[in-house]
């Protein structure tokens, strides 16, 4: 996959819906169209979540994608992303695991959230899907700001002791991802399936899915071919295709 220039604004409140809403209103945005921002402020996460980023300290982008294929090969679209996310960690020193469907973590803080979404723009039956996937990184965050989130969390900073620039590592970031899109949008979940398993957080442990109100509870046994997560509970193994996953048995 190709990005082209990333285009750069001062502040928006969400570089997801800013393209979000360029295509809902006609505009064609080309694959590999990248927003960047130096302050997003009502960013947003999976459910509810917010993800807002400091003022020129953290990293917050979206770029445009054109899926083909079966529309479940998309469930492991945030997976691609987030390998592609500890590519580019691994490069600057910092070590990271995946974790299942959209985070990237440091031990158990997470450093980098991702967001896809698809668009609502019509296209005719056979075309390519348009998807919008957005990506939040800790870059500047400080540990004082860190304890007064409601979740452990990291940052580049956190983990380096470097004082880095969104900026600068947004360039790198593309280049990490290239080329796990490139695999994805060819093979799919099978393609990424052994880089993912021996990166991702969780694998063969008790963990705890929970989908709005419902938790389900049992040892993560693997995961399937679109990239759905297996879960096996009272000896049945079942496909869960979104949720939040949280380690260990703890409700």
């Not at 800013?18 to 402020?41: P, R």
Request: proline share 4%; charged share 20%.
């Amino acid at each position: 996959m190709r990005f082209l220039p990333p285009q750069w604004i001062e502040r928006v409140a969400s570089t997801n819906t800013s393209l979000l809403e360029q295509l809902a209103g006609g505009i064609c945005l080309a694959a590999g169209t990248v927003l960047a921002t130096d302050e997003q402020t009502a960013g947003r996460g999976r459910g509810d979540h917010q993800w807002q980023t400091k003022p020129g300290r953290d990293l917050a982008c979206s770029f445009v994608l054109h899926a083909a294929g079966a529309a479940e090969n998309l469930c492991s679209l945030s997976m691609a992303v987030a390998l592609g996310v500890t590519d580019m960690l691994a490069g600057i020193g910092i070590i990271a695991r995946t974790k299942w469907p959209n985070d990237v973590t440091v031990g158990h803080r997470k450093i980098c959230g991702i967001l896809p979404e698809l668009s609502h723009q019509a296209w005719h039956q056979g075309d390519p899907a348009v998807v919008v996937v957005g990506v939040g990184l800790n870059v500047g965050m400080s540990h004082a700001e860190a304890a007064a989130i409601d979740q452990p969390a990291t940052s580049v900073h956190m983990e380096t002791g470097r004082t880095a620039s969104a900026r600068d590592l947004l360039p790198e970031l593309l280049a990490a991802l290239a080329p796990r899109l490139e695999r994805w949008s060819l093979g799919g979940f099978a393609s990424l399936r052994p880089d993912w398993e021996n990166r991702c957080a969780g694998l063969g442990e008790v963990v705890t899915v929970i989908d709005g109100d419902t938790r389900r509870q049992g040892v993560l046994a693997g995961f399937g071919n679109g990239g759905q997560l297996l879960l096996t509970e009272a000896g049945r193994t079942v496909d869960i295709w979104a949720g939040h996953l949280r380690l260990g048995g703890s409700p």
